[in-house]
T-cell receptor, first 122, second 111 residues
Framework: QVQLVESGGGVVQPGRSLRLSCAASGFTFSSYTLHWVRQAPGQGLEWVAAISYDGSNKYYADSVKGRFTISRDNSKNTLYLQMNSLRAEDTAMYYCARDQDSYDSSGYYSNWGQGTLATVSS | EIVLTQSPATLSLSPGERATLSCRASQSLSSYLAWYQQKPGQAPRLLIYDASNRATGIPARFSGSGSGTDFTLTISSLEPEDSAVYYC?????????????FGQGTKLEIK
């Protein structure tokens, strides 16, 4: 079955960096668009970034554009999120999510990991 | 940016009752809307996509309707395990890039 396992979260000071990873299994990783979605403590969901199946197209929410970079390694079935210049408002559970459709993105998230918590605090 | 407004914020109903959750968009989405269920401590789960299509494995008591700016998630006969927060999400592709947004959520409590 589809499995997504995030890692890399932790406590970091404002202005520093963090790199999240998402290891995938149970499906053809290189065929799907992947997304990062975050949720601040006690708050709703916010889409963060997406990357096409082959890595050629990347999209970001305005709130993270220029600070975060999404990438993937299809040989390792792993998705990444490099987070730089972190702010207190970036504190959240970060989920990786697989798009519902292969190749052409549907924009819907059919499978989710359990999340990794990133806390930005001095 | 497209804003999604969900109502009510909280809904408290008894098992067997019918739940109706609303999601209103600030501009037309055609049918590009999904619904997710999130239970405490868990990741969200896709329930409905393209406004009215049930995702794989979702019970028939969950149904979605609507188009344009007004959408509804209906749970026909509530079960205790339906207690959760429900989010709507739009996937309208803005040029030059997609921008996906969620509603603020409706918390459904089962008495």
């Amino acid at each position: 079955q589809v499995q997504l396992v995030e890692s890399g979260g932790g406590v970091v000071q404002p202005g520093r960096s963090l790199r999240l990873s998402c290891a995938a299994s149970g499906f053809t990783f290189s065929s799907y668009t992947l997304h990062w979605v975050r949720q601040a403590p006690g708050q709703g969901l916010e889409w963060v970034a997406a990357i096409s199946y082959d890595g050629s197209n990347k999209y970001y929410a305005d709130s993270v554009k220029g600070r975060f970079t999404i990438s993937r390694d299809n040989s390792k079935n792993t998705l990444y999120l490099q987070m730089n210049s972190l702010r207190a408002e970036d504190t959240a559970m970060y989920y990786c999510a697989r798009d519902q459709d292969s190749y052409d993105s549907s924009g819907y998230y059919s499978n989710w990991g359990q999340g990794t918590l990133a806390t930005v605090s001095s | 940016e497209i804003v999604l407004t969900q109502s009510p914020a909280t809904l408290s109903l008894s098992p067997g009752e019918r739940a109706t959750l609303s999601c209103r968009a600030s501009q037309s989405l055609s049918s590009y809307l999904a619904w997710y269920q999130q239970k405490p401590g868990q990741a969200p789960r896709l329930l409905i996509y393209d406004a009215s299509n049930r995702a794989t494995g979702i019970p028939a008591r969950f149904s979605g309707s609507g188009s344009g700016t007004d959408f509804t998630l209906t749970i026909s006969s509530l079960e205790p395990e339906d207690s959760a927060v429900y989010y709507c999400q739009q996937r309208y592709n803005w040029p030059p890039a997609p921008m996906y947004t969620f509603g603020q959520g409706t918390k459904l409590e089962i008495k």
